[in-house]
């Protein structure tokens, strides 16, 4: 067993434990305060991240609450391993509660444990074991540990502007083998004004799929209650008329197809209702446009290259006495299409029912080259580890820090064939993959870090 390894093992117990202190701070993002411009819970978790990483023997920095650093090591290049402490929004139905951090059979329970607190805690310790086995470094290791991943990316733009971006780095965010290949990712958002009778609220996110949807009707139950539907729905008596509920189930917007829609079953559910006037022609063409569709097919956008599939996700809606506040698309785009003449397919058949484009985030496509030092190196590293025989580099549609540097690639941690529920209730990681991750990452170190 290498030296890194046998310390990584040894602490074992200490890895654990610090992964679940950072999971009980529920840092989701919430209002500015001073010295914390994602939220107070951000904040301490960033501090105590930090505060870990010295006790690690590492040197440790905090960028005015945006994000913070961890490093060792020297050299006139820096390899950067880029990794976040905000988690989404925990929603319902946990069997555990979820910044409890509970361990049953091997696994830890958790929001953030896989995305990303886990693989962030796993970096901290692989740092410390590198260091530790007396290693000559030829370039410097800076974690960079963000909060605001999950949100605005505000805590890169502020990183960017006050310290030089890494020469090379590498995201623990994904997958493994590797990553080399994330699709442009678009977030709109619509609104349309009108007198309506219709209350509907439905989405936390843009990057989550909704597993819940209310709508308030001005309908008698008795007309809405007969109608048969896929996903669980219930309708109660209001003195108006009847609250519909559809529960779906949340995943990441990158990979829809493994959530089920509460937003988009609504919808279609409305639109086979007697709903009058602007209210049944809204919905009407809201189901025309999104249907139960994942891939934007009814608008136009619907595309397939080397780099996968368009992806869309109908992620927020808010309507109330006043018609459509927030409409809000979750799009992930392969790189042979254009974002900017995507929004325009999209702003053109919403167009139909007074819907002006009210603000929108856009990240362009990220790709580094498979022959790559970065991308031949980690794959080595993966392959000498697990023992598989020819990995192939991935193209996905979610999105990570990777894309804020060009010679950035993701590198693990999520698991061909496990389902660790990112995005989702009862998110988790086993504890012997944390284990084998904190080994990965330290390995893949040494071979872009340190001398032979």
């Given at each position: 067993?290498?030296?890194?390894?046998?310390?990584?093992?040894?602490?074992?117990?200490?890895?654990?434990?610090?992964?679940?202190?950072?999971?009980?701070?529920?840092?989701?993002?919430?209002?500015?305060?001073?010295?914390?411009?994602?939220?107070?819970?951000?904040?301490?978790?960033?501090?105590?991240?930090?505060?870990?990483?010295?006790?690690?023997?590492?040197?440790?920095?905090?960028?005015?609450?945006?994000?913070?650093?961890?490093?060792?090591?020297?050299?006139?290049?820096?390899?950067?391993?880029?990794?976040?402490?905000?988690?989404?929004?925990?929603?319902?139905?946990?069997?555990?509660?979820?910044?409890?951090?509970?361990?049953?059979?091997?696994?830890?329970?958790?929001?953030?444990?896989?995305?990303?607190?886990?693989?962030?805690i796993a970096s901290?310790?692989?740092?410390?074991?590198?260091?530790?086995?007396?290693?000559?470094?030829?370039?410097?290791?800076?974690?960079?540990?963000?909060?605001?991943?999950?949100?605005?990316?505000?805590?890169?733009?502020?990183?960017?502007?006050?310290?030089?971006?890494?020469?090379?780095?590498?995201?623990?965010?994904?997958?493994?083998?590797?990553?080399?290949?994330?699709?442009?990712?678009?977030?709109?958002?619509?609104?349309?004004?009108?007198?309506?009778?219709?209350?509907?609220?439905?989405?936390?996110?843009?990057?989550?799929?909704?597993?819940?949807?209310?709508?308030?009707?001005?309908?008698?139950?008795?007309?809405?209650?007969?109608?048969?539907?896929?996903?669980?729905?219930?309708?109660?008596?209001?003195?108006?008329?009847?609250?519909?509920?559809?529960?779906?189930?949340?995943?990441?917007?990158?990979?829809?197809?493994?959530?089920?829609?509460?937003?988009?079953?609504?919808?279609?559910?409305?639109?086979r209702l007697p709903?009058?006037?602007?209210?049944?022609?809204?919905?009407?063409?809201?189901?025309?446009?999104?249907?139960?569709?994942?891939?934007?097919?009814?608008?136009?956008?619907?595309?397939?290259?080397?780099?996968?599939?368009?992806?869309?996700?109908?992620?927020?809606?808010?309507?109330?006495?006043?018609?459509?506040?927030?409409?809000?698309?979750?799009?992930?785009?392969?790189?042979?299409?254009?974002?900017?003449?995507?929004?325009?397919?999209?702003?053109?058949?919403?167009?139909?029912?007074?819907?002006?484009?009210?603000?929108?985030?856009?990240?362009?496509?990220?790709?580094?080259?498979?022959?790559?030092?970065?991308?031949?190196?980690?794959?080595?590293?993966?392959?000498?580890?697990?023992?598989?025989?020819?990995?192939?580099?991935?193209?996905?549609?979610?999105?990570?820090?990777?894309?804020?540097?060009?010679?950035?690639?993701?590198?693990?941690?999520?698991?061909?064939?496990?389902?660790?529920?990112?995005?989702?209730?009862?998110?988790?990681?086993?504890?012997?993959?944390?284990?084998?991750?904190?080994?990965?990452?330290?390995?893949a170190m040494l071979?872009?870090?340190?001398?032979?």
């Amino acid at each position: 067993m290498k030296q890194t390894d046998q310390w990584l093992h040894d602490n074992r117990d200490a890895l654990t434990a610090s992964l679940q202190n950072l999971i009980r701070f529920p840092s989701a993002k919430g209002p500015a305060a001073p010295g914390a411009p994602f939220g107070t819970a951000v904040r301490d978790c960033l501090a105590a991240a930090l505060d870990l990483a010295r006790e690690l023997g590492l040197e440790a920095h905090d960028l005015d609450g945006y994000i913070g650093y961890a490093e060792a090591g020297e050299g006139a290049e820096e390899l950067g391993v880029l990794a976040h402490l905000d988690v989404v929004s925990a929603g319902e139905g946990w069997r555990y509660p979820p910044y409890e951090a509970h361990i049953e059979n091997g696994l830890l329970y958790g929001r953030g444990a896989m995305d990303d607190k886990g693989p962030a805690i796993a970096s901290l310790y692989a740092l410390a074991a590198v260091k530790n086995s007396g290693a000559k470094f030829r370039r410097r290791v800076r974690i960079l540990l963000g909060c605001d991943e999950e949100s605005g990316w505000g805590c890169m733009e502020h990183y960017a502007k006050v310290q030089k971006l890494p020469d090379m780095a590498f995201s623990p965010d994904a997958e493994y083998p590797l990553v080399n290949s994330e699709k442009g990712i678009c977030h709109l958002h619509f609104a349309s004004k009108f007198p309506s009778e219709l209350r509907l609220k439905a989405g936390v996110k843009a990057n989550v799929v909704p597993d819940k949807a209310v709508a308030e009707l001005p309908l008698a139950s008795e007309q809405v209650a007969p109608r048969v539907h896929d996903l669980p729905v219930t309708c109660e008596r209001t003195a108006e008329g009847c609250r519909l509920t559809i529960r779906g189930r949340s995943a990441h917007a990158a990979t829809p197809e493994q959530g089920d829609n509460a937003l988009q079953a609504l919808l279609a559910l409305l639109s086979r209702l007697p709903l009058s006037g602007k209210d049944g022609e809204i919905i009407k063409l809201l189901n025309r446009c999104f249907g139960r569709e994942l891939n934007g097919e009814s608008l136009g956008v619907d595309v397939n290259d080397i780099s996968g599939r368009t992806t869309c996700n109908v992620a927020m809606l808010d309507w109330n006495e006043d018609g459509i506040n927030d409409l809000c698309l979750d799009l992930r785009l392969p790189l042979s299409l254009d974002i900017e003449e995507t929004e325009g397919k999209i702003a053109a058949a919403l167009a139909p029912g007074g819907f002006v484009l009210t603000g929108s985030h856009k990240q362009p496509g990220h790709a580094v080259a498979a022959e790559s030092e970065l991308v031949q190196k980690l794959l080595a590293v993966y392959k000498a580890r697990t023992g598989e025989a020819d990995p192939q580099p991935l193209a996905v549609g979610g999105g990570t820090y990777a894309r804020c540097i060009p010679n950035a690639v993701a590198f693990g941690c999520e698991r061909p064939g496990l389902d660790n529920r990112i995005h989702q209730v009862d998110e988790f990681i086993p504890l012997d993959n944390l284990i084998d991750d904190a080994c990965m990452i330290a390995d893949a170190m040494l071979a872009l870090a340190c001398e032979k």
